[in-house]
């Protein structure tokens, strides 16, 4: 007797595309956004180019490596380290965006601020991407990428300032409190911040949303959210997961930042499985061969070379 009648569809439904600076990004090709700091203070010891030639060979060392998007921040996204006033940050980043530009004229640049008037500084270095890490918090800044003709990232930070770390984070609505409350939660603020970007005429494939794990999230919360990144990609905007060496990586593990690289990548293949496809990381080849591999299993992409079992020439 036969006991399978029928096959469930292996995968989830492929994801929105992000299109920016003629390159597309999908289930087949997800994108590896290289991080790089132009701070001596980023919370990884690994990731800090305050000098211009570190973050250049950074730039050149990433690219080499597989990176699709570089994004630049000036500006410690903790409240430890130092206050970075607009005119500090815009040095910080506008000289070393400008310079990659001309050294990579292909590559996509993002820019990881909160402010409309750094944003509008990196006119000059015709920057691709803005990455509001703070989810809105300069209500300009929608306005300013729409300008520049940029993409756009709406994140989730739990209503938190800038630069505030999560201290008694609490999520309920009115189903109750549970761990899906935080995910509901994230699920309208990117909904709102999407519709805030089309709005001011950003178009839709270049909205990406990004559930922001760890921000005004307790562990907990960024796993519930994680676990559900499906749910995320039925918004039906292109999904960007910031993994990379944080804090839930490293309380689900007892890690320090260091040894955390192993976690990031289980936690990245998941996430690219269920249909995100942007991976903002420290880590560029090892990211890259993750989302290949996890590409090429769900089908999306042919393996690079398949001659196993294949009849031999003669």
């Not at 730039?59 to 500090?88: K, N």
Request: aromatic letters at 4%; charged letters at 25%.
């Amino acid at each position: 007797m036969c006991l399978v009648t029928a096959l469930s569809s292996p995968t989830p439904p492929a994801p929105a595309a992000l299109r920016l600076r003629g390159h597309e990004f999908t289930a087949a090709r997800p994108a590896v956004m290289a991080i790089i700091n132009r701070t001596p203070d980023s919370f990884w010891s690994g990731n800090r180019h305050f000098s211009i030639d570190s973050a250049m060979r950074a730039l050149h060392d990433a690219v080499s490596q597989g990176a699709d998007i570089i994004d630049v921040g000036g500006v410690r996204a903790g409240q430890e380290g130092d206050v970075v006033e607009p005119d500090e940050e815009i040095r910080r980043v506008v000289p070393f965006l400008e310079a990659a530009r001309l050294a990579h004229p292909d590559i996509v640049l993002s820019l990881d601020t909160w402010r409309a008037e750094v944003a509008r500084a990196a006119a000059s270095a015709g920057v691709d991407l803005i990455n509001d890490t703070w989810a809105g918090h300069d209500r300009d800044l929608v306005g300013v990428a729409a300008e520049l003709r940029a993409g756009i990232v709406c994140s989730h930070t739990g209503g938190l300032p800038p630069r505030t770390d999560p201290v008694d984070v609490h999520y309920e609505d009115e189903q109750g409190d549970d761990e899906l409350a935080v995910v509901r939660d994230v699920l309208r603020t990117l909904r709102a911040g999407a519709e805030r970007a089309l709005e001011a005429g950003v178009p839709a494939d270049r909205v990406l949303v990004d559930p922001t794990l760890d921000f005004g999230k307790t562990t907990r919360n960024s796993l519930a959210v994680l676990r559900h990144t499906a749910d995320v990609v039925q918004l039906g905007f292109p999904v960007l997961q910031a993994i990379s060496r944080k804090d839930f990586v490293g309380e689900s593990l007892d890690l320090p930042a260091d040894d955390r690289l192993e976690g990031s990548l289980a936690a990245t293949a998941l996430a690219a499985w269920m249909g995100a496809t942007v991976f903002r990381t420290h880590d560029v080849r090892a990211t890259r061969r993750v989302l290949d591999m996890v590409a090429t299993v769900r089908g999306d992409r042919p393996p690079s070379i398949a001659v196993r079992g294949e009849p031999e020439e003669h």
